[in-house]
């Protein structure tokens, strides 16, 4: 007589495949989600070093307009002074 494998042989080998499946996808979900946070953080980096150079820009570019004006003003003065002498 042959020997089979017993119905509850089968039904541990279908449970097993199903908890495989049900592993990976959570693995998988897992890994997206850290891929995601991961994303967002680099956003979030990359936010931060775009408004740090806006803001360094923003004092560079009043410290020429401030400079520019004094240097127009000393050149004013030059002038005010050379037509009063």
Do not use: N
């Not at 499946?21 to 959570?26: D, G, H, L, N, V």
Request: glycine share 2%.
């Amino acid at each position: 007589m042959a020997v089979t494998p017993s119905k509850d042989y089968k039904r541990r080998e279908r449970e097993q495949k199903k908890l495989d499946k049900r592993m990976a996808r959570e693995a998988a979900k897992a890994e997206k989600l850290a891929a995601d946070q991961a994303a967002e953080q680099a956003a979030i980096e990359e936010a931060a070093k775009k408004s740090e150079a806006e803001r360094l820009a923003k004092i560079e570019a009043d410290f020429e307009a401030e400079f520019e004006a004094e240097l127009q003003a000393e050149a004013k003065a030059q002038q005010s002074s050379k037509g009063v002498a």
